[in-house]
């Protein structure tokens, strides 16, 4: 076929010309050139593609057939060759990149959004999916590149580190208030079994002595005396306002919270994982969501405590809508970049992206 492809071009030459003259014309040859190339086609086909006559040449029941398909075939050649050219000339292209929907929503995108109106010819595919996915998919080949937390990666693959990102643990004001009074009830709210036994009008009524008096009195400042010392030995150790209100420290909330973390295997979640291990904090109560940003808004409605990425809620931690917990020994902070299959060559759109972010 490929011995043929001369031939065609003839061939169709002659069709849309209708002669062999004014074919040999268009083409720059002679014209016993185009008859012997017909004729070898016709050769090679075994099968008769024209009718000559008076006017010039048309075309056989068999060499309308021929025509149709070679036709569309030489039609999709110039429009690949058109395409190459636009490409190009326009800078077009197409870039299909692996991400989570956090990283994407909260830090890819702006990279994304500028790179769109600098080079608006260029189609983007995002796919969304978590690290681990987005590696299997690189590896795959069905996508060009991955935007990912640093993670282990397979020896054909080239990390380039974009930024860090830092995780906390964040809660509402309202839940950690709820939380006080669950687990340090007021004195008030403790019932005294006195007050249901002897005379109780006598109990209200009786006048206390002296010495009960300067008792009580004692007792009430140094309870206050203790209950500031205890604060302040809070404020000390925290260095924050926060768990010298509860009472409690960082530790013991995330142990007696509801717990909200991503789902196990998440590369996020094994780090969170792997802290709350070193740190010795185990929490009674864990409740798994497969979205960073559901576990922001679960954190401000009041849901219990969530560990996120702090990059992801500067919002919510600026209008107060969340607080971040203090640790006194922060989560080790991580990477997130891009990763793509090492080669000789990568492609020319992939390259522009790649240098637009650095």
């Given amino acids: 076929m490929i011995d043929n492809l001369n031939y065609y071009k ?3 030459a002659v069709v849309r010309t209708g002669s062999i003259s004014r074919a040999a014309n268009s083409l ?22 024209f009718e000559r006559n008076k006017q010039g040449v048309t075309l056989t029941e068999e060499g309308e057939i021929i025509y149709q398909h070679v036709k569309e075939a030489f039609d999709s050649i110039k429009n690949a060759e058109d395409e190459v050219r636009r490409i190009k000339e326009l800078g077009i292209g197409t870039l299909k990149i692996g991400v989570s929907t956090s990283l994407c ?8 959004k500028n790179f769109i109106n600098d080079n ?27 935007f990912i937390c640093k993670t282990d990666l397979p020896k054909d693959f080239e990390y380039r580190k974009l930024r860090t990102i830092h995780d906390i643990f964040v809660t509402s004001d309202g839940y950690l208030n709820n939380l006080k009074l669950r687990e340090n009830p007021p004195i008030s709210d403790v019932v005294n079994p006195w007050l249901f036994a002897g005379n109780v009008t006598t109990l209200f009524n009786e006048s206390p002595i002296d010495g009960d008096t300067k008792a009580k009195g004692n007792t009430d400042s140094n309870d206050a005396s203790n209950d500031a010392s205890n604060d302040a030995s809070d404020t000390k150790n925290a260095g924050t306002d926060i768990l010298s209100d509860i009472g409690m420290t960082t530790k013991e909330i995330i142990e007696k919270s509801n717990l909200m973390l991503l789902e196990k295997g998440n590369v996020t979640r094994n780090h969170i994982d792997s802290y709350l291990y070193q740190q010795d904090i185990s929490p ?5 969501i497969n979205n960073m940003d559901l576990l922001i808004d679960f954190a401000a409605i009041g849901l219990g405590v969530s560990s996120i990425v702090q990059e992801f809620a500067t919002e919510q931690l600026k209008k107060k809508e969340i607080i971040a917990l203090p640790l006194d020994n922060p989560v080790e902070e991580r990477e997130v970049g891009f990763v793509y299959k090492n080669s000789r060559q990568k492609p020319p759109v992939l390259e522009k992206f790649l240098s637009y972010c650095f």
Avoid at 120 to 146: A, M, Q, R
Avoid at 284 to 288: D, F
Wanted: charged share 20%.
């Fill in 105 to 112: 929503k909260h830090i890819l995108l702006d990279y994304l």
């Fill in 284 to 288: 009674n109560q864990i409740l798994e």
């Fill in 28 to 49: 720059y040859i002679s014209q016993p050139a185009v008859s012997k190339a017909i004729s070898n086609l016709e050769d090679s086909l075994k099968t008769k593609l």
């Fill in 120 to 146: 608006p010819h260029i189609k983007l595919i995002i796919d969304c999916h978590s690290t681990k996915n987005t590696i299997k998919l690189l590896n795959d080949g069905l996508i060009d590149l991955g």
């Fill in 10 to 12: 003839v061939f169709l």
